[in-house]
Protein backbone atom coordinates (compact mmCIF):
# COMPACT_ATOMS: atom_id res chain seq x y z
CA UNK A 1 0.00 0.00 0.00
CA UNK A 2 1.01 3.18 -0.71
CA UNK A 3 1.14 5.62 2.28
CA UNK A 4 1.54 9.42 2.38
CA UNK A 5 1.90 11.25 5.78
CA UNK A 6 1.27 14.76 5.36
CA UNK A 7 2.37 16.96 7.91
CA UNK A 8 4.55 20.67 7.97
CA UNK A 9 4.87 24.13 9.84
CA UNK A 10 2.13 24.97 12.32
CA UNK A 11 -1.31 26.84 10.68
CA UNK A 12 0.38 26.14 7.03
CA UNK A 13 -2.36 24.04 6.02
CA UNK A 14 -1.87 20.36 5.97
CA UNK A 15 -5.58 19.08 6.17
CA UNK A 16 -6.14 20.83 2.77
CA UNK A 17 -3.04 19.18 1.27
CA UNK A 18 -3.55 15.94 3.00
CA UNK A 19 -7.45 16.26 1.20
CA UNK A 20 -5.64 17.25 -1.97
CA UNK A 21 -3.52 13.74 -2.07
CA UNK A 22 -6.18 12.06 -0.87
CA UNK A 23 -8.76 13.09 -3.99
CA UNK A 24 -5.97 13.32 -6.40
CA UNK A 25 -4.56 9.53 -5.26
CA UNK A 26 -9.18 8.59 -5.78
CA UNK A 27 -9.01 10.14 -9.24
CA UNK A 28 -6.50 7.81 -10.81
CA UNK A 29 -8.94 5.14 -9.73
CA UNK A 30 -7.37 3.88 -6.00
CA UNK A 31 -9.10 3.17 -3.52
CA UNK A 32 -7.83 5.88 -0.75
CA UNK A 33 -8.66 6.19 2.90
CA UNK A 34 -7.98 10.31 4.09
CA UNK A 35 -6.99 9.45 7.92
CA UNK A 36 -6.84 12.14 10.35
CA UNK A 37 -6.02 12.84 14.00
CA UNK A 38 -7.34 16.48 14.20
CA UNK A 39 -9.87 16.56 16.56
CA UNK A 40 -11.05 19.89 15.85
CA UNK A 41 -13.79 19.70 13.38
CA UNK A 42 -11.39 21.48 10.44
CA UNK A 43 -11.39 17.99 8.12
CA UNK A 44 -15.04 18.27 8.24
CA UNK A 45 -15.67 22.00 7.49
CA UNK A 46 -12.70 21.56 4.49
CA UNK A 47 -14.18 18.37 3.26
CA UNK A 48 -18.16 19.76 3.41
CA UNK A 49 -18.95 16.83 6.17
CA UNK A 50 -20.89 15.62 8.94
CA UNK A 51 -18.54 14.70 12.44
CA UNK A 52 -16.17 11.66 11.63
CA UNK A 53 -17.46 9.34 14.33
CA UNK A 54 -17.81 5.91 15.77
CA UNK A 55 -19.84 3.35 15.00
CA UNK A 56 -21.01 -0.45 14.95
CA UNK A 57 -18.41 -3.20 14.68
CA UNK A 58 -15.26 -0.57 15.45
CA UNK A 59 -15.32 -1.54 19.21
CA UNK A 60 -15.39 -5.16 18.25
CA UNK A 61 -12.16 -5.18 15.78
CA UNK A 62 -10.62 -2.55 18.44
CA UNK A 63 -9.42 -0.31 15.27
CA UNK A 64 -8.09 2.93 16.24
CA UNK A 65 -10.46 4.83 14.30
CA UNK A 66 -13.67 5.70 12.96
CA UNK A 67 -15.87 4.24 10.26
CA UNK A 68 -14.81 5.55 7.50
CA UNK A 69 -17.35 8.10 5.63
CA UNK A 70 -17.35 7.86 1.69
CA UNK A 71 -16.71 11.41 0.14
CA UNK A 72 -16.16 10.80 -3.50
CA UNK A 73 -15.97 7.36 -5.81
CA UNK A 74 -12.81 5.33 -4.50
CA UNK A 75 -11.84 7.75 -1.57
CA UNK A 76 -13.14 7.58 2.18
CA UNK A 77 -12.26 9.45 5.73
CA UNK A 78 -12.09 8.50 8.95
CA UNK A 79 -10.46 9.99 11.99
CA UNK A 80 -8.65 8.65 14.64
CA UNK A 81 -10.83 7.78 17.57
CA UNK A 82 -8.18 7.61 20.84
CA UNK A 83 -10.37 7.55 23.37
CA UNK A 84 -12.26 4.45 22.41
CA UNK A 85 -9.37 2.88 21.27
CA UNK A 86 -7.44 3.02 24.68
CA UNK A 87 -10.58 1.98 26.23
CA UNK A 88 -10.66 -1.39 24.27
CA UNK A 89 -6.54 -1.88 24.80
CA UNK A 90 -6.80 -0.96 28.15
CA UNK A 91 -9.52 -3.03 29.06
CA UNK A 92 -8.17 -6.25 27.14
CA UNK A 93 -4.58 -5.77 28.94
CA UNK A 94 -6.38 -5.79 32.63
CA UNK A 95 -8.35 -9.30 30.92
CA UNK A 96 -4.99 -10.59 30.67
CA UNK A 97 -3.29 -9.48 33.44
CA UNK A 98 -6.14 -10.16 36.21
CA UNK A 99 -3.55 -12.44 38.12
CA UNK A 100 -1.08 -10.41 38.42
CA UNK A 101 -3.61 -7.44 39.38
CA UNK A 102 -5.72 -10.11 41.85
CA UNK A 103 -2.64 -10.52 43.46
CA UNK A 104 -1.47 -7.16 44.00
CA UNK A 105 -4.81 -6.19 45.06
CA UNK A 106 -5.82 -4.23 42.95
CA UNK A 107 -9.21 -2.90 41.85
CA UNK A 108 -9.78 -3.50 37.73
CA UNK A 109 -11.16 -0.14 35.96
CA UNK A 110 -14.15 0.31 34.44
CA UNK A 111 -14.65 1.18 30.91
CA UNK A 112 -16.35 3.91 31.70
CA UNK A 113 -13.98 5.77 33.99
CA UNK A 114 -11.01 5.61 31.55
CA UNK A 115 -10.06 8.48 29.80
CA UNK A 116 -7.05 8.16 27.57
CA UNK A 117 -3.11 9.40 29.31
CA UNK A 118 -1.33 11.62 27.18
CA UNK A 119 0.45 10.32 24.25
CA UNK A 120 -2.32 7.80 23.66
CA UNK A 121 -2.66 9.37 20.50
CA UNK A 122 0.53 8.92 19.34
CA UNK A 123 -0.05 5.15 20.29
CA UNK A 124 -3.42 5.17 18.59
CA UNK A 125 -2.06 6.69 14.99
CA UNK A 126 0.70 4.13 14.52
CA UNK A 127 -1.61 1.17 15.21
CA UNK A 128 -3.87 3.13 12.56
CA UNK A 129 -0.88 2.87 10.32
CA UNK A 130 -0.57 -0.87 10.77
CA UNK A 131 -4.22 -1.72 10.63
CA UNK A 132 -4.30 0.05 7.63
CA UNK A 133 -1.63 -2.14 6.26
CA UNK A 134 -3.93 -5.70 7.32
CA UNK A 135 -6.87 -5.23 5.80
CA UNK A 136 -8.20 -8.60 3.94
CA UNK A 137 -7.19 -8.58 0.15
CA UNK A 138 -9.87 -6.82 -1.77
CA UNK A 139 -11.32 -4.79 1.24
CA UNK A 140 -8.48 -2.58 1.93
CA UNK A 141 -7.31 0.40 0.66
CA UNK A 142 -3.90 1.17 -2.40
CA UNK A 143 -3.37 4.33 -0.83
CA UNK A 144 -3.50 5.70 2.67
CA UNK A 145 -3.20 9.16 3.16
CA UNK A 146 -2.12 10.64 6.98
CA UNK A 147 -2.72 13.99 8.35
CA UNK A 148 -0.35 14.48 10.59
CA UNK A 149 0.09 16.83 13.49
CA UNK A 150 2.98 20.00 12.95
CA UNK A 151 6.74 18.49 12.03
CA UNK A 152 8.07 18.48 15.61
CA UNK A 153 5.27 16.19 16.77
CA UNK A 154 5.74 14.37 13.53
CA UNK A 155 9.39 13.79 13.94
CA UNK A 156 8.84 12.47 17.46
CA UNK A 157 6.03 9.98 16.44
CA UNK A 158 7.79 8.53 13.87
CA UNK A 159 10.50 7.97 15.93
CA UNK A 160 8.83 6.38 18.43
CA UNK A 161 8.58 2.83 17.29
CA UNK A 162 12.05 2.60 17.53
CA UNK A 163 12.47 4.03 21.19
CA UNK A 164 9.77 1.50 22.16
CA UNK A 165 11.42 -1.51 20.84
CA UNK A 166 15.02 -0.08 22.48
CA UNK A 167 13.17 0.51 25.70
CA UNK A 168 11.71 -3.58 25.82
CA UNK A 169 14.59 -5.08 24.59
CA UNK A 170 16.80 -3.04 27.50
CA UNK A 171 13.64 -3.62 30.23
CA UNK A 172 12.83 -7.36 28.81
CA UNK A 173 16.34 -9.19 27.50
CA UNK A 174 16.60 -12.01 25.44
CA UNK A 175 17.48 -13.62 28.60
CA UNK A 176 13.81 -13.76 30.02
CA UNK A 177 13.40 -17.12 28.09
CA UNK A 178 15.72 -18.75 30.81
CA UNK A 179 13.85 -16.82 33.58
CA UNK A 180 10.77 -18.13 32.51
CA UNK A 181 12.21 -21.95 32.78
CA UNK A 182 13.10 -20.79 36.23
CA UNK A 183 9.73 -19.11 37.44
CA UNK A 184 8.70 -22.14 39.09
CA UNK A 185 12.14 -22.20 41.65
CA UNK A 186 12.32 -18.05 41.75
CA UNK A 187 8.97 -18.16 43.03
CA UNK A 188 9.33 -20.69 46.02
CA UNK A 189 12.82 -18.32 46.57
CA UNK A 190 11.23 -15.41 47.23
CA UNK A 191 7.67 -16.71 48.98
CA UNK A 192 5.20 -14.94 46.25
CA UNK A 193 4.50 -15.79 43.08
CA UNK A 194 6.18 -14.71 39.84
CA UNK A 195 4.67 -12.44 36.83
CA UNK A 196 2.01 -13.97 34.87
CA UNK A 197 2.96 -15.73 31.65
CA UNK A 198 0.26 -13.21 29.76
CA UNK A 199 2.28 -10.29 31.21
CA UNK A 200 5.83 -11.26 29.34
CA UNK A 201 3.32 -12.55 26.23
CA UNK A 202 2.13 -9.18 25.98
CA UNK A 203 5.23 -7.36 26.06
CA UNK A 204 6.55 -9.55 22.97
CA UNK A 205 2.59 -9.05 21.41
CA UNK A 206 4.25 -5.23 21.47
CA UNK A 207 7.43 -5.97 20.23
CA UNK A 208 5.82 -7.77 17.16
CA UNK A 209 3.43 -4.75 16.34
CA UNK A 210 6.22 -2.42 17.02
CA UNK A 211 8.40 -4.16 15.05
CA UNK A 212 5.73 -4.00 11.96
CA UNK A 213 4.58 -0.38 12.65
CA UNK A 214 8.45 0.30 11.75
CA UNK A 215 8.61 -1.52 8.69
CA UNK A 216 5.82 0.39 7.37
CA UNK A 217 7.49 3.83 8.38
CA UNK A 218 11.02 2.46 6.83
CA UNK A 219 8.70 1.30 3.29
CA UNK A 220 9.53 2.62 0.45
CA UNK A 221 6.16 2.86 -0.07
CA UNK A 222 5.64 5.61 2.79
CA UNK A 223 6.94 8.98 2.10
CA UNK A 224 6.60 12.48 3.78
CA UNK A 225 5.00 15.91 1.90
CA UNK A 226 5.62 18.59 3.84
CA UNK A 227 3.67 22.15 4.14
CA UNK A 228 4.33 25.48 4.81
CA UNK A 229 3.67 29.14 4.54
CA UNK A 230 6.62 30.47 3.39
CA UNK A 231 8.42 33.05 6.18
CA UNK A 232 11.50 33.56 8.06
CA UNK A 233 10.48 31.46 11.57
CA UNK A 234 8.36 29.32 8.96
CA UNK A 235 11.95 27.97 7.16
CA UNK A 236 13.81 28.33 10.33
CA UNK A 237 11.59 25.56 11.41
CA UNK A 238 11.60 23.58 8.33
CA UNK A 239 14.91 23.03 8.41
CA UNK A 240 15.22 22.05 12.01
CA UNK A 241 12.32 19.64 10.80
CA UNK A 242 14.12 18.48 7.77
CA UNK A 243 17.11 16.98 10.10
CA UNK A 244 15.19 15.57 12.13
CA UNK A 245 12.85 13.57 9.62
CA UNK A 246 16.44 12.55 7.98
CA UNK A 247 18.17 11.52 11.66
CA UNK A 248 14.94 8.92 11.73
CA UNK A 249 15.27 8.03 7.79
CA UNK A 250 12.21 9.40 6.48
CA UNK A 251 11.50 10.22 3.00
CA UNK A 252 10.55 13.99 1.64
CA UNK A 253 8.93 13.69 -1.31
CA UNK A 254 7.69 17.10 -1.96
CA UNK A 255 7.43 20.44 0.01
CA UNK A 256 4.10 22.03 -0.55
CA UNK A 257 4.83 26.42 -0.61
CA UNK A 258 1.16 27.51 0.72
CA UNK A 259 -0.98 30.53 0.99
CA UNK A 260 1.30 32.72 -1.61
CA UNK A 261 -0.11 36.22 -2.16
CA UNK A 262 0.08 37.48 -5.64
CA UNK A 263 2.87 39.66 -6.78
CA UNK A 264 3.33 42.79 -8.49
CA UNK A 265 0.53 44.31 -6.75
CA UNK A 266 0.42 47.95 -6.44
CA UNK A 267 -0.93 47.81 -2.49
CA UNK A 268 2.20 48.65 -0.85
CA UNK A 269 1.20 46.96 2.19
CA UNK A 270 0.53 43.26 -0.11
CA UNK A 271 3.66 44.07 -1.56
CA UNK A 272 5.44 44.02 1.28
CA UNK A 273 4.40 40.65 2.44
CA UNK A 274 4.34 38.99 -1.10
CA UNK A 275 7.98 39.96 -1.07
CA UNK A 276 8.69 38.94 2.37
CA UNK A 277 7.10 35.52 1.24
CA UNK A 278 9.05 35.67 -2.04
CA UNK A 279 12.37 35.90 -0.18
CA UNK A 280 11.55 32.76 1.95
CA UNK A 281 10.36 31.07 -0.96
CA UNK A 282 13.71 31.67 -2.35
CA UNK A 283 15.24 30.21 0.17
CA UNK A 284 13.37 27.33 -0.01
CA UNK A 285 14.30 26.22 -3.60
CA UNK A 286 17.82 26.88 -2.52
CA UNK A 287 17.70 24.70 0.10
CA UNK A 288 15.48 21.53 -0.91
CA UNK A 289 16.08 21.78 -4.99
CA UNK A 290 17.13 19.65 -6.66
CA UNK A 291 16.72 16.99 -4.84
CA UNK A 292 13.24 17.67 -3.45
CA UNK A 293 10.36 19.04 -5.65
CA UNK A 294 8.62 22.63 -4.41
CA UNK A 295 5.01 22.98 -5.50
CA UNK A 296 3.08 26.47 -4.96
CA UNK A 297 0.09 27.04 -3.98
CA UNK A 298 -1.54 29.96 -4.04
CA UNK A 299 -3.97 32.07 -1.43
CA UNK A 300 -7.53 31.50 -1.91
CA UNK A 301 -8.48 34.52 -0.23
CA UNK A 302 -11.04 32.45 1.82
CA UNK A 303 -11.56 29.18 3.77
CA UNK A 304 -11.99 26.24 1.07
CA UNK A 305 -15.93 25.45 1.57
CA UNK A 306 -16.05 21.86 0.97
CA UNK A 307 -15.13 19.60 -2.10
CA UNK A 308 -17.71 20.95 -4.59
CA UNK A 309 -16.77 24.62 -4.11
CA UNK A 310 -16.04 25.61 -7.59
CA UNK A 311 -15.94 29.82 -6.96
CA UNK A 312 -13.64 31.62 -9.21
CA UNK A 313 -10.60 32.50 -6.98
CA UNK A 314 -9.51 35.56 -9.14
CA UNK A 315 -7.06 35.60 -12.37
CA UNK A 316 -5.32 31.89 -12.82
CA UNK A 317 -7.92 30.10 -11.74
CA UNK A 318 -8.06 26.83 -12.51
CA UNK A 319 -11.64 25.27 -11.37
CA UNK A 320 -13.65 23.21 -13.41
CA UNK A 321 -17.17 21.65 -12.78
CA UNK A 322 -18.92 20.84 -9.64
CA UNK A 323 -17.49 18.30 -8.04
CA UNK A 324 -13.61 19.51 -9.38
CA UNK A 325 -11.01 19.28 -6.81
CA UNK A 326 -10.14 23.06 -7.43
CA UNK A 327 -12.60 23.67 -4.91
CA UNK A 328 -10.05 22.94 -2.21
CA UNK A 329 -7.60 24.36 -3.93
CA UNK A 330 -8.36 26.63 -6.25
CA UNK A 331 -5.85 28.26 -8.99
CA UNK A 332 -2.99 25.29 -7.73
CA UNK A 333 0.81 26.35 -9.72
CA UNK A 334 3.43 23.66 -10.29
CA UNK A 335 6.79 25.54 -10.58
CA UNK A 336 8.05 25.10 -13.89
CA UNK A 337 11.66 24.93 -15.39
CA UNK A 338 11.85 28.57 -16.29
CA UNK A 339 9.48 30.61 -17.09
CA UNK A 340 8.18 30.85 -13.53
CA UNK A 341 4.96 29.04 -12.14
CA UNK A 342 2.00 27.82 -14.43
CA UNK A 343 -1.39 27.34 -13.84
CA UNK A 344 -2.05 23.50 -13.32
CA UNK A 345 -4.72 21.67 -13.47
CA UNK A 346 -6.54 21.44 -10.10
CA UNK A 347 -5.90 19.72 -6.73
CA UNK A 348 -4.13 16.73 -8.23
CA UNK A 349 -1.41 18.47 -9.76
CA UNK A 350 -0.35 19.52 -6.50
CA UNK A 351 -0.58 17.10 -4.73
CA UNK A 352 1.12 14.90 -7.69
CA UNK A 353 1.43 10.79 -8.49
CA UNK A 354 0.59 8.62 -5.40
CA UNK A 355 0.24 5.39 -7.33
CA UNK A 356 4.00 4.42 -6.81
CA UNK A 357 6.87 6.60 -4.59
CA UNK A 358 9.21 8.82 -5.80
CA UNK A 359 13.06 7.85 -5.99
CA UNK A 360 14.25 8.52 -2.08
CA UNK A 361 15.45 12.12 -2.33
CA UNK A 362 17.01 12.00 0.79
CA UNK A 363 18.61 8.61 0.25
CA UNK A 364 20.21 7.79 -2.56
CA UNK A 365 20.49 4.18 -3.71
CA UNK A 366 24.21 3.96 -2.73
CA UNK A 367 23.33 3.95 0.79
CA UNK A 368 24.54 7.03 2.35
CA UNK A 369 24.25 5.36 5.80
CA UNK A 370 26.95 2.54 5.27
CA UNK A 371 30.57 2.49 6.20
CA UNK A 372 33.16 3.54 4.18
CA UNK A 373 36.39 1.67 3.48
CA UNK A 374 39.48 4.13 4.05
CA UNK A 375 41.93 1.95 5.45
CA UNK A 376 44.69 1.82 3.06
CA UNK A 377 44.72 5.30 2.21
CA UNK A 378 43.98 7.00 6.26
CA UNK A 379 43.57 4.35 8.06
CA UNK A 380 39.85 4.94 9.40
CA UNK A 381 36.67 4.15 8.37
CA UNK A 382 34.10 6.78 7.89
CA UNK A 383 30.27 6.85 8.35
CA UNK A 384 28.55 9.37 6.87
CA UNK A 385 24.92 10.23 8.26
CA UNK A 386 22.36 12.01 5.66
CA UNK A 387 21.43 15.35 8.19
CA UNK A 388 19.80 17.63 5.68
CA UNK A 389 18.92 20.84 7.37
CA UNK A 390 20.97 19.99 10.53
CA UNK A 391 23.55 23.25 11.69
CA UNK A 392 26.80 22.66 13.82
CA UNK A 393 25.51 24.66 16.70
CA UNK A 394 22.43 22.22 17.78
CA UNK A 395 24.38 18.87 16.72
CA UNK A 396 26.16 16.89 19.71
CA UNK A 397 27.24 13.23 19.39
CA UNK A 398 28.62 10.62 22.11
CA UNK A 399 29.26 7.09 21.64
CA UNK A 400 28.37 4.73 24.31
CA UNK A 401 29.59 1.21 23.95
CA UNK A 402 27.91 -0.03 21.02
CA UNK A 403 25.72 2.43 20.48
CA UNK A 404 26.27 6.42 18.49
CA UNK A 405 23.68 8.74 20.51
CA UNK A 406 23.05 11.35 17.71
CA UNK A 407 21.10 14.81 18.67
CA UNK A 408 19.71 17.47 16.06
CA UNK A 409 18.32 20.13 17.76
CA UNK A 410 15.34 18.35 19.67
CA UNK A 411 15.87 15.33 18.23
CA UNK A 412 17.32 12.73 19.27
CA UNK A 413 18.20 8.81 18.40
CA UNK A 414 20.12 6.47 19.43
CA UNK A 415 22.03 4.43 16.69
CA UNK A 416 23.71 0.52 17.15
CA UNK A 417 27.33 0.89 15.96
CA UNK A 418 27.74 -1.21 12.67
CA UNK A 419 29.63 -4.70 13.35
CA UNK A 420 33.53 -3.27 12.49
CA UNK A 421 32.98 -0.20 13.75
CA UNK A 422 32.38 -1.75 17.64
CA UNK A 423 36.29 -2.29 17.30
CA UNK A 424 37.01 1.36 16.60
CA UNK A 425 37.15 4.40 18.52
CA UNK A 426 35.20 8.12 17.04
CA UNK A 427 38.12 10.18 16.14
CA UNK A 428 36.87 12.78 14.49
CA UNK A 429 33.70 14.15 13.18
CA UNK A 430 32.24 17.41 11.02
CA UNK A 431 28.93 18.27 9.58
CA UNK A 432 29.72 18.99 5.59
CA UNK A 433 27.37 18.99 2.82
CA UNK A 434 24.45 18.20 4.49
CA UNK A 435 26.13 14.90 5.95
CA UNK A 436 27.03 14.13 9.37
CA UNK A 437 30.58 12.05 9.09
CA UNK A 438 32.20 9.89 12.23
CA UNK A 439 35.47 8.85 11.85
CA UNK A 440 36.24 5.55 13.96
CA UNK A 441 39.96 4.32 14.29
CA UNK A 442 40.57 0.51 14.67
CA UNK A 443 41.61 -0.27 18.56
CA UNK A 444 44.56 -2.46 17.98
CA UNK A 445 43.05 -4.72 21.43
CA UNK A 446 39.94 -5.05 19.34
CA UNK A 447 41.26 -5.34 15.51
CA UNK A 448 42.32 -8.39 13.91
CA UNK A 449 45.58 -8.62 13.30
CA UNK A 450 47.28 -9.75 9.96
CA UNK A 451 49.48 -13.01 10.05
Keep these: MRTVLVTGTGGAGRTTVAAATALAAAREGQRTLLLTADRDGTPEALLGIGPLRGGPGRSADRLPWSVPVALTPGLWAARIVTEEWFRDELTALQDRGHGMLDMLGSTPLDGEEVTALPGAESVALL ?79 WERELAAVQDVLESEATTVRVVVDPGPLADRALRTARAGLALHGCRVESVVANRLLPTGTPDPW ?88 DPRPDRPAADPWSVEDRLADEGALLWRLPLPGADRDGLSLVRRGDELIVTVGPFHRVLPLPSALRRCTVSGAGLRDGHLQVRFTPDPDLWPKRP
Design 127 to 205: RALRAAQTAPPGTGWDVLVVDLPPAPETVALLALPEQLRRYLRRLLPAERQAARALRPMLAQLAGMPMPAQKLYETAER
Design 270 to 357: LGALSGQQQASLKELYEQWTPDVPIRELPHLGRDPQGLGDTADSGPGDASGGPGDVSGVVSGVVVSGGGGGPRPAAGLAALAGPVGAP
